[in-house]
């Protein structure tokens, strides 16, 4: 069973549209992140959010996190093709001695021309 | 540039043949870990070394082993590769204490025939 859940699993949209990824739990997490990871590469780190309720934007990535810090939510406005890749939620326990990281299982987005 | 560097990036071995992944970073950090990602899947964390202490995952299989040499190079090796571990390994590393910001390499795809 996934400590996070992601939704949708795969998303697939024209550029300029916009999509929302949702990361869910029934955990609290002290802090939770959001990776994007493309084909053959490793997960690169987007952003880190650490207080519920907290809204951060990288240019077209809007980021939130819930106020019980129980879930989080991605989205990307006017979507362009260099969008594509997988998006992976990841959180670490507030319960965790030392603070491993649980991935939900992340969302493929496929934006096409 | 500072950076998590995997080699190689595909590896192709066969049934029993004992394989090793290596790791080497430059960002001088403290903790590094090595996480197995199957397709369409989370990474899943088989274990990570604090500096020269090694802590494995309760369900990491006894196939996996890892070294770490010093705190630049981490290697995973995998002792008889079974069909089932045909995945991407990924190598992370981190600051003490930030778990939450963690760098990945770009993973070695292995492929056991």
Not at chain 1, 15 to 39: D, H, K
Not at chain 1, 66 to 95: E, N
Not at chain 2, 88 to 102: F, I, K, P, V
Request: hydrophobic letters at 35%; glycine letters at 8%; aromatic letters at 12%.
């Amino acid at each position: 069973t996934q400590l996070l859940e992601q939704s949708p699993q795969f998303l697939s949209i024209q550029e300029g549209e916009n999509l929302t990824v949702y990361c869910n739990s029934s955990s609290v997490f002290s802090s939770l992140q959001w990776y994007r990871q493309e084909p053959g590469e490793g997960p690169v780190l987007l952003v880190t959010v650490v207080t519920g309720g907290e809204v951060k934007k990288l240019k077209r990535l809007t980021f939130q996190f819930g106020d019980a810090r129980k879930d989080s939510s991605l989205h990307i406005t006017a979507a362009q093709t260099g969008d594509t890749g997988l998006y992976l939620c990841a959180g670490q326990m507030t319960t965790d001695s030392w603070g491993k990281l649980q991935f939900g299982a992340g969302t493929q987005v496929v934006v096409t021309p | 540039d500072a950076m998590v560097i995997q080699n190689p990036r595909y590896q192709v071995t066969q049934f029993g043949k004992p394989v090793t992944l290596s790791c080497s970073q430059t960002l001088n950090h403290n903790v590094m870990y090595w996480y197995q990602q199957k397709s369409s899947q989370a990474p899943k964390l088989l274990f990570h070394y604090y500096d020269k202490d090694f802590n494995n995952e309760a369900d990491t299989p006894d196939n996996f082993q890892s070294r770490r040499p010093n705190t630049s190079f981490c290697f995973l090796d995998i002792r008889s590769p079974g069909l089932g571990d045909a995945a991407m390994y990924l190598c992370a590393t981190s600051e003490a204490g930030l778990a939450d910001r963690q760098f990945f390499g770009p993973g070695t795809r292995l492929t056991v025939l």
